[in-house]
């Protein structure tokens, strides 16, 4: 509802202009849901593989050595899960703010996020259909999937990155609110007596 309200607000303004632009901000809402997806199907699981195998946990029984094996660890840990969030977290300040933070972004990286995205789609759903393509069709399928995918993905990265971290800020123009002028009111001379206009 307040989104709503900033919205119409905005468009008054002059900010959000025409319903072509809201429709881009919902793609471009629904393109942070599929990068973050992504991200954690994608990058993920050899991310937290490769941490594993970098852990070398019990190389150092006892002692500070390994207690700075674990403080590494749960750093490396704590920040890698921070830094496949960020799609979650632009998506929730694009939540709160409304089409005010979307009309900062540069355009040219929503569109390359954009892109990205329709890219991941096409090779998602390649990937999706090998079981139903032709025997000798298949490997083909499988070999151009992954690819399109891998470039969907770093589009989609690189476009919100750059957009989120190019944002402009924009304020809302502030609305000056002109006191009405106040109803007419009679006024009563009392004073000099053959000048009154109320007796008594």
Partial sequence: MEAAHSEG???????????????VRRLYQVTLIALQIALLVQIGPPLAQALRDGAAFGA???????????????AAIGGSALALAFP??????HRQRGPIRFGGLPRWPVAL???????????????????????GDRMAAVLTARPLQNAGLALMAAGVLCAEVLRRSIGVPSIIVVPRAAPPRRIE?????????RMG
């Fill in 88 to 93: 979650a977290f632009a998506l929730l300040r």
């Fill in 60 to 74: 150092f029984p006892h002692g500070a050595l390994a207690v700075v094996q674990v403080a590494s660890s749960v």
């Fill in 189 to 197: 001379v009392t004073h000099p007596p053959e000048l009154a206009t």
């Fill in 9 to 23: 607000r905005l468009r008054t303004f002059g900010i959000v202009s025409s319903r072509g632009s809201a429709m």
């Fill in 113 to 135: 996020a954009l892109a990205g995205a329709a890219v991941f789609v096409l090779g998602a759903s390649l990937n999706g259909a090998i079981p139903l393509l032709a025997a």
